[in-house]
């Protein structure tokens, strides 16, 4: 799929896990390499790693780094978007590594084209980064980026946007994957 691209945000500190969560080990490869494989399942060929950490090249995808660096998901969404060259924009955060083809696929199909932001409820937390983002948010996160404001929920709130609620079956594909404990939940 041409028309639309794939941002997989692994820019943050990792302060409550201790470790990179992307390069976490899970079922024979790393949290980010698995998000890479249901996104190219689900036949998402543009994909692309923001994140300062060069060991996500060995995943043979574009890699960048975060044009205002410490910025949170805020400043890695509006990096994102600045190097996109397409309308339509998967935005996962690298936490999440069971997504599934199947969930991408059924994301994609049910965003609202009038919407500029379609983002997934999970069971009844709302997560802004399992969401599809318009290109032409560029300047409203810039905008936001330059007053400091960070809170991702907040900027979301102030654009048109839809939140489709994800199967039960599926929230355990969903999980954010946080902590240490969150993570030795998850190798049980």
């Not at 994140?51 to 509006?78: H, M, W």
């Amino acid at each position: 799929m041409n028309d639309i691209s794939a941002y997989i945000l692994a820019g943050g500190k990792s302060t409550r896990m201790g470790s990179n969560k992307g390069l976490l080990p899970l079922n024979g490869s790393f949290f980010a390499e698995l998000i890479v494989k249901a996104l190219k399942a689900a036949s998402i060929e543009n994909i692309t790693i923001v994140s300062g950490t060069e060991a996500y090249d060995a995943l043979n995808c574009n890699r960048i780094q975060d044009i205002y660096p410490n910025k949170g998901p805020v400043g890695g969404i509006f990096t994102a978007l600045s190097h996109s060259k397409t309308k339509q924009n998967i935005l996962l955060s690298v936490d999440i590594p069971l997504i599934s083809e199947e969930v991408i696929q059924w994301l994609i199909k049910n965003r609202a084209v009038d919407k500029k932001i379609t983002q997934v409820k999970v069971l009844e937390k709302t997560n802004p980064l399992i969401a599809i983002y318009d290109q032409e948010l560029v300047s409203v996160f810039e905008k936001h980026l330059l007053k400091d404001q960070l809170k991702l929920q907040m900027v979301v709130d102030e654009i048109p946007h839809q939140t489709i609620e994800a199967p039960e079956v599926w929230c355990p594909l969903l999980q954010n994957i946080n902590t240490k404990e969150d993570y030795q939940n998850l190798i049980r």
